[in-house]
């Protein structure tokens, strides 16, 4: 099948692309009168975001949310294609391994690399990468498609997607097809296992034209298409039959959507699966007790892993002291360690509106501890240099990256008022994520 073959990258490509929102209004500008923290607190949600500054204006474009305009699909098949998965972009972050040790046929990105693990000689194939997708639209983002594809879905479901491949026989000659692959993919619990789960299994049509007529703009991410009519076709191992009566067309025009972020002015973009926002309930305090004297107790969610490797998820009391203004409050929690009692104070922003408190803690994942893939200690200026291509920035234009936990709580009794807080509405949304995806992030704003 041609997308489960030549997608596969994209899986490990993903780093931490972001979509720009305003999760609170006017936050910066919220003050609290200390007293108000007095009271029991129940957790909510987390929510991890980045905050970006540029010295001059950039566009970060949103990868997985609907784009502008769509592509329609009609004949012998209908849909409605909304959402532009960006390739060019991705393919960026390909190795593009392209030397082959001839001992052992493995693959290496550089020739120092091959030379280094090959105890023979090393070849170069410069056709190794010719045969990537030039674009691909889906009535479904990209990581949602994956999701289905190759772990199944709780509702059965039909996916749409139109592709252009520069190398339709795979020589390298860049012979461009078009093709529109229908799948239907059946809800899980209509199968017995897991692994028995072929995407292969569930391609129910195929559409091919070779030498399509379109434009596709692969630095603004937008695709035109006056119209292109598409040929069944049935695969054997051997043969390929063409349709010529059965068909479809895909017209229209479709583009990414985007957000100018201004000079010199944080801007708070979110995380990449999740257009708005992303939430973590997996560790955390999930109880909170500021008592009138100082003190605090409460209770806190951690995660850790047994001897097998399996996750496990246990809870921990905390105490300690509090004293805040009416912005930020300071922490001291002393807990016994090794038989000694340690004391760890943070200070970190809050703000609480009615029977709601936000709790946010910074932290810059270019601080003094950041590393690369391999563990390497990176200086500042090399941690930005990396965010800013992955973010598609002007080189030298990132200043400044701050990651953000935002801690929800609720009151957990209170004689006053419900006043809500002038949030968006789907801050309490919850939402399906990737929990490795969470991790990788984590890690991230502990280096």
Known sequence: MIIAKQITFLLTAVIFIGACEELVKDEESITSNPEELVGTWDRDSVVISMEATVNSEQVLYHFFEEGTGELTVSGD???????????????????????????????????????????????????????????IS??????????????????????????????????????EHAFVEVLEVPALSSLDQLEEFEPDSFRVAEYELENPTYTYD??????????ITLYKVTRTDSTVDVDSSTTVTVAGNLALTNLTIPANDPTEIAFIFDPTEFEDDSDGPTQ???????????????????????EYTYIDSIT???????????????????GTTVLDTFTIRYYVVGNNATFILEESPCGDDATD????????????????????????????????????????????????MFVQENKSRKVNINRSAIKSWQQLLAR
């Open 218 to 227: 692969s630095t603004n991410f937008s695709v035109s298409i006056a119209g």
């Open 138 to 175: 889906s009535n479904l983002d990209m990581i949602s498609f994956m999701r289905a594809l190759f772990e199944g879905s709780d509702n059965a479901q039909t996916i749409t997607v139109f592709g252009i491949n520069p190398d339709s026989d795979g020589s390298g000659n860049d012979k």
């Open 373 to 420: 893939d391999d563990g390497n200690p990176m200086s500042e200026d090399e941690c930005l240099d990396e965010i800013e291509k992955s973010l598609l920035f002007d080189e030298g234009s990132l200043t400044a990256m701050t990651g953000k936990l935002r801690y929800y709580f609720h009151r957990s009794s209170s004689s006053r008022p419900f006043l809500p």
């Open 288 to 310: 909170l007790t500021f008592n009138a004297d100082g003190s605090f107790n409460g209770i806190e969610q951690r995660t850790d892993y047994d001897s097998t490797g399996e």
């Open 77 to 135: 098949h209908t849909a409605s294609l909304t959402y532009l998965w960006p390739l060019s972009y991705f393919e960026s972050f390909d190795d593009h391994d392209n030397y082959r040790c001839n001992d052992d046929g493995n693959w290496y990105e550089s020739l120092e690399q091959c030379e280094d693990n090959c105890a023979t000689s090393c070849e170069f194939d410069s056709s190794a990468n010719d045969d990537q997708l030039e674009l």
């Open 320 to 338: 300690g002291t509090w004293t805040a203004d009416s912005v930020n409050i300071t922490i001291t929690d002393d807990y016994e360690e090794n």
